[in-house]
């Protein structure tokens, strides 16, 4: 590119617009010129860097999958599934439906811990029906009182009625309950059994006397023998059974206090 002369009319503007092209090229050769070093730069960096890249890529990946996969297999503790489901379902309430000699229908309720009955509680549609429950909880000893007559019930829910149905007397012969209770309405052939023991039962009773007199007497149940015992160490106007013991199941005869133990021994101390 020449210089214009001096002597030209338009020299200034020559000059001018020689200085603009001027300009012009040296930014265009700054650009290449930083253009190509930048460009060669990062040819450079990425062939020494490229295998490294590419395994920090692929550690990332397989560090992501590792976590997804734990996380699809923990199971939040305090969301378990199973448990969920379990307390969605409402334990239904076992129990027996039992029709009695008298033709009295009740239902015995229970749970099963270790594959035992465990007794729970009885209901009737007699409300005057009370009952006991065995200290294993796997028997139940049960009174009727309209009918007075008491029965045991077993681990499979099958009853048995255990009423002593006559007296026996050595010099009087036998005496009914049926023809007893027929005459005397308010006479006690039995009430309030209580389990002494697994294999004892004890309850009150005007025998073995059929007079006017009020008094009660102590009487026991044999389960594995089936007899029934009169115990003439206790009587009383009344007799109230109370809680088992150390000494036994304790008994109170109007003042007095008795305890009878597994073995049906009577003691008052």
Do not use: C
């Not at 020689?18 to 012009?24: A, C, E, V, Y």
């Not at 890529?57 to 923990?74: A, F, G």
């Amino acid at each position: 590119m020449g210089k214009p002369s001096i002597f030209s009319k338009n020299y200034e503007t020559l000059m001018k617009r020689r200085k603009r092209r001027i300009s012009l090229t040296i930014i265009i050769s700054i650009v290449v010129i930083i253009s190509v070093v930048f460009y060669s730069g990062i040819r450079i960096w990425v062939k020494n860097n490229f295998e490294a890249v590419r395994q920090n890529y692929r550690e990332s990946l397989n560090t992501e999958t590792q976590t997804d996969t734990t996380k699809d297999d923990v199971i939040d503790p305090e969301i378990d599934p199973e448990t969920d489901a379990e307390n969605d379902v409402v334990d239904e309430e076992k129990f027996y439906p039992i029709t009695l000699e008298d033709g009295t229908s009740i239902k015995v309720y229970y749970s099963e811990e270790d594959n035992n009955i465990i007794y729970n509680n009885v209901e009737s549609e007699v409300d005057s029906i009370s009952y006991d429950i065995s200290l294993k909880a796997d028997k139940i000893v049960l009174l009727n009182p309209n009918s007075q007559t008491i029965y045991i019930i077993d681990k499979d829910g099958k009853s048995e009625n255990i009423t002593n149905l006559a007296y026996v007397s050595k010099d009087y012969g036998t005496f009914k309950k049926q023809d007893i209770l027929a005459e005397k309405s308010k006479y006690i052939w039995v009430s309030e059994p209580r389990f002494v023991s697994d294999k004892l039962i004890a309850y009150k009773s005007q025998l073995p006397w059929f007079d006017n007199r009020e008094t009660n007497y102590l009487w026991l149940y044999d389960i594995s023998s089936k007899n029934h015992i009169y115990k003439r160490e206790v009587s009383g106007t009344v007799i109230n059974f109370g809680e088992i013991t150390e000494k036994g199941l304790e008994i109170k005869a109007d003042s007095k206090i008795y305890y009878i133990n597994e073995k049906g021994i009577i003691s008052n101390k």
